[in-house]
């Protein structure tokens, strides 16, 4: 069983370059319309050079999995700001999507929390397709090989079985380009391992599972009973399945959702002995605050404290 670990959007070992550099709707209102969009220009071409930085960052230190930020553009998906983030920018699309395909990362995205495909709201639905919208032809304009973007289940106004039926009636009307990109995510309050299971199993799309998010809201499954049937739900899909990793911020029920800086290595160390029965390849998102800093203490742990075989800096196996 081989298993990559990534890190989310920002190196905190390139003193912490963004990539989402970005500019707020009340910010661009203040300024004349040729101004705003010379700023706009300026952050979105300091964006994609730090986004390059990251990658060659990640190449250079065997990273193989990385989930990019969602702030490439800033301002993209606001319904009253209109202009053209694909073609002028083809250059850095191209450089970057090279870099990224001739060295085989596999990267992804998250829409943010404003993405909620089962809301009530019709407004809220119809920008929430925008922003799915704005991810598919960014995923698309870097070329990258079978592009994903992780979306959880959403809203459960009316109740979970309401809730549901929603999403599935949305996701029917979204186009096939986007349905073949989209993966689904437990929460840590709703939409537990069980909902989102079923939900996948309809919709056919693969389920992320996340490890925190599975600590902070379950009925006491046993995670060992589902891993199987959640990996299996890629068995049609070129890619390996995926897992987010986080450690809660303090064990006490009101910090225990928030994100701690580092990742527990003898909770890690647990949920791989758990899994390891399937002996089954997957890459895992460590997503603690301390980003790759964090990736790579939690290697140095394992090494210490494991007979994982690493294969690189960031992959071993059990």
């Not at 319904?79 to 395909?101: A, P, S």
């Amino acid at each position: 069983m081989r298993v990559r670990l990534g890190y989310v959007s920002i190196s905190k070992a390139l003193n912490g370059i963004s990539a989402s550099n970005t500019l707020t709707y009340t910010h661009y209102m203040k300024l004349d319309s040729e101004l705003a969009m010379k700023l706009i220009d300026k952050k979105i071409i300091s964006n994609f050079e730090n986004l390059e930085k990251i990658i060659k960052y990640n190449i250079k230190n065997n990273i193989h999995f990385y989930r990019m930020t969602s702030n490439l553009i800033p301002l993209a998906t606001h319904q009253k700001v209109n202009f053209e983030y694909i073609r002028k920018y083809n250059k850095f699309y191209n450089k970057i999507g090279k870099l990224i395909n001739d060295n085989n990362l596999r990267v992804d995205t998250h829409p943010d929390q404003y993405c909620v495909l089962n809301s009530t709201k019709s407004d809220i639905v119809n920008s929430s397709i925008s922003i799915l919208k704005f991810h598919k032809n960014m995923l698309k304009a870097f070329k990258i090989k079978n592009p994903k973007m992780i979306l959880h289940v959403g809203s459960s106004v009316f109740g979970k079985k309401n809730s549901m039926k929603r999403f599935i009636n949305n996701f029917n009307t979204l186009d096939d380009e986007i349905k073949k990109m989209l993966i689904i995510e437990n929460d840590d309050k709703i939409f537990n391992i069980i909902d989102v299971l079923d939900l996948c199993t309809k919709i056919n799309v693969p389920m992320v599972l996340d490890y925190h998010h599975f600590m902070c809201n379950n009925s006491g499954e046993c995670l060992k009973n589902y891993v199987e049937k959640i990996f299996n739900t890629w068995n049609n899909d070129e890619l390996v399945p995926k897992v987010h990793f986080s450690s809660p911020k303090n064990k006490t029920k009101k910090e225990f959702r928030s994100h701690h800086d580092y990742v527990d290595s003898d909770e890690f160390i647990k949920f791989i002995e758990d899994v390891k029965f399937l002996n089954r390849d997957f890459d895992i998102m460590i997503e603690a605050k301390m980003k790759d800093d964090a990736l790579f203490r939690l290697v140095r742990e394992l090494k210490y404290k494991t007979n994982y075989k690493f294969i690189d800096d960031t992959t071993f196996e059990v």
